[in-house]
């Protein structure tokens, strides 16, 4: 029964299956550009030009998904969403190992928690189960991209490592975190299914 307080249903523009649309557009321009970005990380570390460049592509993720409320969400966006995000924060984060400034097991172990929890998704999903983000895995995300921020800027980069390594450890700490409660929570809605974890 309704009370007249719910904000009205947003109809799906263009379909729960459609691949055309202006968020995807986005999503996949961010992959494409992420990747000479990443190459010039690689070679050439910090520089105010790559700090730029990182805000704009870690910030349009906001747009995208700006558009895909307002369009309607599909199964390709949720799907190339998260997938671009990973692209570019693990590829930032490993073209920086590859620079030399970050530490290699921080990336390894954020990168075996974001690949984990990815198939462990897939395999809840195919179990008709659906384990929704929580806030605090947002937060995981944008403290990630801020170590990565911090790893361009030729200030912190150069004069002031323990910047950049310590919001890295502390993202380390907000991914592992995230992914413990990301298993504990698909346990309790396969038990609730009458399934076995």
Same mark, same amino acid.
């Given at each position: 029964m309704s009370t007249g307080t719910e904000p009205p249903v947003k109809a799906n523009r263009y379909g729960a299956s459609a691949l055309a649309t202006p968020a995807n557009a986005i999503t996949i321009t961010r992959m494409i550009l992420a990747l000479p970005l990443l190459a010039? !990380? +690689?070679?050439?570390g910090a520089s105010y030009w790559a700090l730029a460049s990182w805000i704009i592509?870690?910030?349009?993720?906001?747009?995208?998904?700006? @558009? +895909?409320?307002?369009?309607?969400?599909t199964r390709s966006g949720a799907f190339l969403d998260p997938l671009a995000d990973k692209v570019l924060v693990l590829g930032a984060a490993w073209a920086l190992v590859a620079h030399g400034t970050f530490w290699w097991?921080? !990336?390894? @172990? !954020?990168?075996?928690?974001? @690949?984990? !929890?990815?198939?462990?998704?897939?395999?809840?999903?195919?179990?008709?189960?659906a384990i929704p983000?929580?806030?605090?895995?947002?937060?995981k995300t944008v403290v990630q991209e801020v170590a990565i921020g911090f790893a361009l800027l030729p200030i912190t980069a150069d004069d002031a490592t323990w910047v950049a390594?310590?919001? @890295?450890?502390?993202?380390?700490?907000?991914?592992l975190w995230t992914g413990v409660s990301y298993i504990t929570d698909g346990r309790r809605a396969l038990s609730r299914t009458g399934d076995r974890a």
């Open positions: 010039f !990380i +690689a070679v050439d592509l870690a910030g349009s993720d906001g747009l995208d998904g700006h @558009l +895909a409320r307002k369009h309607g969400t097991l921080p !990336i390894v @172990l !954020i990168t075996g928690r974001e @690949l984990g !929890i990815s198939v462990l998704r897939s395999v809840y999903g195919r179990q008709g189960i983000a929580r806030y605090a895995a947002k937060v390594t310590t919001v @890295l450890w502390l993202a380390v700490a907000l991914t």
